[in-house]
């Protein structure tokens, strides 16, 4: 059984220097909070939970603590709001979302309605509509783009959610040009998840299986799970090896293998052991 793993699996830069900083900052200060989890994928949780760094839903009073935030970024309401508390503030977002967050600032600015392309509920496109004095709008799919409010819009500006899927952005953006004169539009999809959908759309069709490795939150493993799985029905999206049924496997010759952003290489490792294990035995 041949089986290949997605030169771009597993962590981008921007996750690892979350981690790095999160463990670093745990070294050197007692108290450190992080909103909610600090990337999506259970087992860095698991890590960095040991670290002594605590889990937070909302943030109380500030003396002597730190505001840890993650690599997805926050509102500027929030970063406000804990500076008020009196936190110590260590900003591990990513740069690639920090400067989604700058041009939003500068658009809002100059007065150009805000339209982010993403998951309206996941916490990196809150993070970004929090960047704007205005109400930003939401573009989750074409569907659901709401007409009757874009025709009002003159001028506007679009931004995307860092994961999004470029096929799926352009075709929202064509439709916005159609009724908005003046639209600028940002692409900005980062670099590591352009590799890995480019890497994802040629692996379905060189291998009989495809194994998607990510936590069931985490938006970019979705988004490489479902590119994989319109162009090879043989998909399976795993977050451990529990997850994996040797049925998957009968009468395979070559799997592919891919890993989210936030996907550690140890957990991608002990998911191919598995797989040779249980290929070898059914053989
Ligand atoms: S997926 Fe892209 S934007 Fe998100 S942390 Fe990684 S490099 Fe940064």
């Known amino acids: 059984m041949k089986i290949s793993l997605a030169k771009s699996a597993g962590f981008c830069f921007g996750v690892k220097?979350?981690?790095?900083?999160?463990?670093?900052?745990?070294?050197?200060?007692?108290?450190?909070?992080?909103?909610?989890?600090?990337?999506?994928?259970?087992?860095?949780?698991?890590?960095i939970e040991k670290t002594g760094i605590k889990k937070a839903k909302r943030l109380s009073s500030g003396k002597n603590k730190v505001f840890l935030i993650r690599a997805h970024g926050t509102s500027r309401q929030v970063i406000e709001?804990?500076?008020?508390?009196?936190?110590?503030?260590i900003d591990a977002t990513c740069p690639m979302v920090k400067e989604i967050h700058r041009i939003v600032e500068e658009m809002d600015?100059?007065?150009?309605?805000?339209?982010?392309?993403?998951?309206?509920?996941?916490?990196e496109v809150r993070g970004i509509i929090g960047h704007a004095k205005q109400k930003a709008?939401?573009?989750?799919?074409?569907?659901?783009?709401?007409?009757?409010?874009i025709k009002k819009f003159?001028?506007?500006?679009?931004?995307?959610?860092?994961?999004?899927?470029?096929?799926?952005?352009?075709?929202?953006?064509?439709?916005?040009?159609k009724y908005i004169a003046e639209l600028e539009f940002f692409n900005t999809i980062c670099n590591p998840t352009r590799q890995r959908q480019e890497e994802v759309k040629k692996m379905p069709g060189q291998n009989d299986v495809m194994i998607i490795i990510g936590s069931k939150n985490s938006a970019n493993t979705k988004r490489l799970y479902q590119i994989s799985k319109s162009l090879n029905k043989k998909s399976h999206w795993v977050s451990q090896k529990?997850?994996?049924?040797?049925?998957?496997?009968?009468n395979a010759h070559s799997i592919g293998v891919t890993a989210g952003a936030s996907t550690p290489e140890s957990t991608t490792e002990k998911i191919i052991s598995y797989i040779q294990a249980l290929t070898s035995l059914t053989r």
């Not at 992080?34 to 698991?46: C, P, Q, T």
């Not at 709001?81 to 503030?89: P, Q, S």
């Not at 100059?110 to 916490?123: C, E, F, L, M, S």
């Open 137 to 149: 709008m939401v573009i989750d799919d074409k569907k659901n783009i709401p007409l009757a409010a």
């Open 154 to 177: 003159k001028k506007a500006c679009v931004v995307v959610q860092s994961t999004q899927n470029t096929e799926k952005v352009q075709e929202i953006v064509a439709i916005l040009k």
């Open 17 to 47: 220097r979350a981690i790095d900083m999160a463990l670093k900052t745990s070294l050197s200060h007692k108290n450190v909070y992080v909103l909610g989890d600090i990337v999506h994928n259970e087992d860095v949780v698991r890590e």
């Open 109 to 123: 600015n100059r007065g150009r309605k805000i339209i982010v392309i993403g998951d309206k509920k996941h916490d």
């Open 81 to 89: 709001k804990a500076k008020g508390l009196g936190y110590d503030i």
């Open 242 to 250: 529990e997850d994996i049924k040797a049925v998957w496997f009968k």
